[in-house]
């Protein structure tokens, strides 16, 4: 299973007339506490979009992981050095381009691995979605994980929605890159149980003002590589089951 990025463009031209399925890693570069890397969700996204192209490919369909998607709206994070921000219509509008190429060489649709959560660059991406088909007659599929049914499958800190660096983040970095943990710190992280959720209803606009000074929320010193593992696969089931449900929907669609 090669990557776009790693193939020629007659090998690319090869997999469109496959209808192959361009899965798009979607992460930010944003404070992610003390402990963890500024691209941590362009990891979580990255790992998520290889566990479903293996589960995709594992059902006899073509799956090409793009590079990934790393600057986007990241508001909330702003206010902490090294957080790099996009306007939502720059999102948007980059990622229904994206979608205009691979519809331009004939691939079947764009699946996004998306570990990012900023209310703003959900929006985006959702606008995305809905402008691709307008606009293209391309389908986009994004599994929105603060949504249900996926939200429910990602453990009970991220159900209480004070997940930001926590133990569901900082589980999934342990599992794929250790060395980019600061672990001396994790490990004596005080719990942060304020909900970024609850505080988004409630129309805060920033870590600061959702009660996390230090850009973290939830359990970080209770994270496990062993539970980032199992993350990984539950998030590699929920591309593969949103892109199945896609194909459901659009039965005619010679795959």
């Known amino acids: 299973m090669q990557p776009l990025a790693a193939m020629t463009w007659e090998d690319a031209r090869a997999a469109a007339a496959a209808r192959a399925i361009?899965?798009?890693?979607?992460?930010?570069?944003?404070?992610?506490?003390?402990?963890?890397?500024?691209?941590t969700d362009v990891i979580i996204a990255q790992a998520m979009a290889r566990a479903g192209?293996?589960?995709?490919?594992?059902?006899?369909?073509?799956?090409?992981?793009?590079?990934?998607?790393?600057y986007t709206a990241a508001g909330f994070a702003g206010g902490f050095a090294g957080t790099l921000s996009l306007r939502p219509e720059t999102v948007a509008a980059t990622v229904v381009e994206i979608a205009a190429s691979l519809s331009a060489h004939g691939f079947a649709l764009l699946a996004i691995a998306n570990a990012h959560l900023d209310p703003a660059h959900l929006s985006s991406l959702a606008t995305a979605v809905q402008?691709?088909?307008?606009?293209?007659?391309?389908?986009?599929?994004?599994?929105?994980?603060?949504?249900?049914?996926w939200a429910l499958r990602l453990?009970?800190?991220?159900?209480?929605g004070a997940c930001h660096a926590g133990r569901f983040e900082t589980s999934v970095v342990l599992a794929e890159r250790p060395d980019l943990v600061r672990d001396g710190i994790r490990a004596d992280l005080p719990a942060n149980p304020a909900s970024l959720s609850r505080a988004i209803?409630?129309?805060?606009?920033?870590?600061?003002?959702?009660?996390?000074?230090?850009a973290y929320f939830g359990w970080p010193a209770d994270a496990t590589a062993e539970e980032g593992r199992a993350l990984i696969d539950a998030l590699g089931s929920i591309l593969e089951q949103a892109v199945q449900a896609e194909r459901s929907v659009d039965a005619g669609r010679p795959w």
Request: glycine letters at 12%.
């Open 155 to 160: 453990g009970e800190e991220f159900r209480s």
């Open 22 to 39: 361009a899965v798009l890693p979607v992460g930010a570069i944003e404070a992610h506490g003390p402990h963890l890397p500024l691209e």
């Open 201 to 214: 209803r409630e129309g805060k606009t920033s870590f600061e003002a959702a009660g996390g000074p230090r």
């Open 53 to 70: 192209a293996e589960r995709l490919a594992a059902r006899g369909l073509h799956p090409v992981i793009l590079p990934p998607l790393t």
């Open 131 to 149: 402008r691709a088909g307008d606009e293209l007659g391309f389908t986009i599929v994004f599994p929105d994980l603060t949504t249900k049914p």
